[in-house]
């Protein structure tokens, strides 16, 4: 069958999203998942409430409320409401509503969260990218000072940024909002970070944070992210969410987690120990970068990144091989971290093939 007549002329040129790889019994270190896993309380919800799937979710509201809660805890403000919150089934389905929204161009920076740029391919809008300094940092001045950013509708900024893991600093994001434009905080790895833009929520309307409960809270198999903004744009937003997008149970793992932020916060610190630790092997025989998340961004050179994947693959142990990147010098790994027992096997295989 000739499909061509039928497509989108511009779908055959998306690239599928490619998730890091899984294979039984392997350390996978590729996915910035969270490998201590959820709370005992998210097991039993889920075990409880899973005879109850028959029905349509219908806890978004107390979801919400709860989120409401621990955001307002993190700044000592009580500053968000329900009102400003809207649900999605993980960060990437927030990102497609966001487009589905507001009119483009976007811009964003190179490297960066794939999903921005892919996602306005699959509407054919205008996705702009402005690549980052030889350090993989923000340069502010070089960023708005570009004629593609003057064109832009919406700005998406990923702090900390995946997959380099640094951030931009706060007072170049409030440059950036003081521009007539929609800007977009993806703050997948806030946890790790401890840093935020909420708090400016009450001061620009023009402010979206995005944040997910896959990282940090250990659920990204059941896909629970969340967006946070001035209530009339979660008013649009919410007229292009499809009905039912947060599964039930994902709910009722969202509103345990919430219940045991201190079993969270328990790991997260775990897993920032551990980035340390593993940053200070790698360091010595290859090139890294400052990581505020749960993965390190490394130069494997003078390896491939191929080389280094397999090398790692041979020993059960999966990483996430990005290779050479447009416009800079390397080879280039992300590098999940894992549990205790993970870092270590991790690190006598690196001390002893490297």
Sequence with gaps: MEYSKFLKTWISDVSPYIPGKMSENFIKLASNENDYGPSKKVINAIKDKSGEVFRYPYKDESVKEKISKYCNSSTGKNLIGKENIILGNGSDELIELLIKTFRSPYIGFYPSFVEYKRVAKIFNEIYYEIPLNDYFCLDCGKFINNKKFEKAKVVFLCSPNNPTGGIIERKDIEKILNFDK???????????????????????????????????????GLRMGYGIANKEIIKFLHNV?????????????????????????????????GREILSKILSKKFKIFNSLTNFIFVDVSPYTAKEFFEALYKKKIIVRPFGKLDGFKGEYVRVTVGTEDENKILIEVIENTF
């Design 182 to 220: 929609i800007v977009v905080v993806d703050e997948a790895y806030y946890e790790f970070s401890n840093l935020t833009c909420v708090d400016l929520i009450d001061n620009y309307e023009n402010l979206i944070v995005l944040r997910t409960m896959a990282k940090a809270f250990g659920i990204a």
């Design 241 to 273: 969410k499809p009905p039912f997008n947060v599964n039930y149970l994902a709910q009722e793992a969202a509103l345990a987690s919430l219940d045991d932020n201190d079993f969270m916060k328990q790991n997260v610190e775990k897993i920032i120990k």
